[in-house]
T-cell receptor, first 117, second 113 residues
Framework: DTEVTQTPKHLVMGMTNKKSLKCEQH?????MYWYKQKAKKPPELMFV???????INESVPSRFSPECPNSSLLNLHLHALQPEDSALYLC????????????????FGPGTRLTVT | QKEVEQNSGPLSVPEGAIASLNCTYS??????FFWYRQYSGKSPELIMF????GDKEDGRFTAQLNKASQYVSLLIRDSQPSDSATYLC?????????????FGRGTQLTVWP
């Protein structure tokens, strides 16, 4: 089973709202990722968690705040977003960050389609 | 030079044909290579991964890796209209920031009946 779940599927929020995106996996994976994807572009890495600790922050604006409460859950807290933040937000997981000599494959969730008005 | 480059397409093939998707990468030390399929409006789905030189087959899909020439390809045999999607190539880099994959811009494939 390679399922990663994300909620909500769609989210519309105003620029003054606070909302959260949730991601869950039950594959025993110890690395979890947030990506942002704009139309006709590849996914852009935002954050990486390894063993519940933040390993990578790709210079993401502070209006995006990640949280990893436990090894199965990953949240992305949103506050004071801009219309240009509208995108598909993808969560992914992998067994670990890195195996000897290679990287583990990453499995994506279905994504949250975010619209900022 | 981009980390990962793909022929952007669009690539159009008739049903039953072989679709060939290509990807080149810049870091000779890369060791992990992935192909994702992404339907319009959906998330990327992992369909193949390859770590060693040569071919890896899974059903109608074959991934081919040539590290000396720094390219990886995906062949889809007996293409079906349901294969119509964007195919993303992703590559790691030796010694890269933990967990990072580098994605190409994707190749849009259309299989017509």
């Amino acid at each position: 089973d390679t399922e990663v779940t994300q909620t909500p599927k769609h989210l519309v929020m105003g620029m003054t709202n606070k909302k959260s995106l949730k991601c869950e996996q039950h594959m025993g994976h110890r690395a979890m990722y947030w990506y942002k994807q704009k139309a006709k572009k590849p996914p852009e890495l935002m954050f990486v968690y390894s063993y519940e600790k933040l390993s990578i922050n790709e210079s993401v604006p502070s209006r995006f705040s990640p949280e990893c409460p436990n090894s199965s859950l990953l949240n992305l807290h949103l506050h004071a977003l801009q219309p240009e933040d509208s995108a598909l937000y993808l969560c992914a997981s992998s067994r670990s960050i890195r195996a000897p000599g290679r990287s583990y494959e990453q499995y994506f969730g279905p994504g949250t389609r975010l619209t900022v008005t | 030079q981009k980390e990962v480059e793909q022929n952007s397409g669009p690539l159009s093939v008739p049903e039953g044909a072989i679709a060939s998707l290509n990807c080149t990468y810049s870091d000779r030390g890369s060791q992990s290579f992935f192909w994702y399929r992404q339907y319009s409006g959906k998330s990327p789905e992992l369909i193949m991964f390859i770590y060693s030189n040569g071919d890896k087959e899974d059903g109608r899909f074959t991934a081919q890796l040539n590290k000396a020439s720094q390219y990886v390809s995906l062949l889809i045999r007996d293409s079906q209209p349901s294969d119509s999607a964007t195919y993303l190539c992703a590559v790691n880099k030796r010694g890269s920031t933990l967990g990072r994959l580098y994605f190409g811009r994707g190749t849009q494939l259309t299989v017509w009946p």
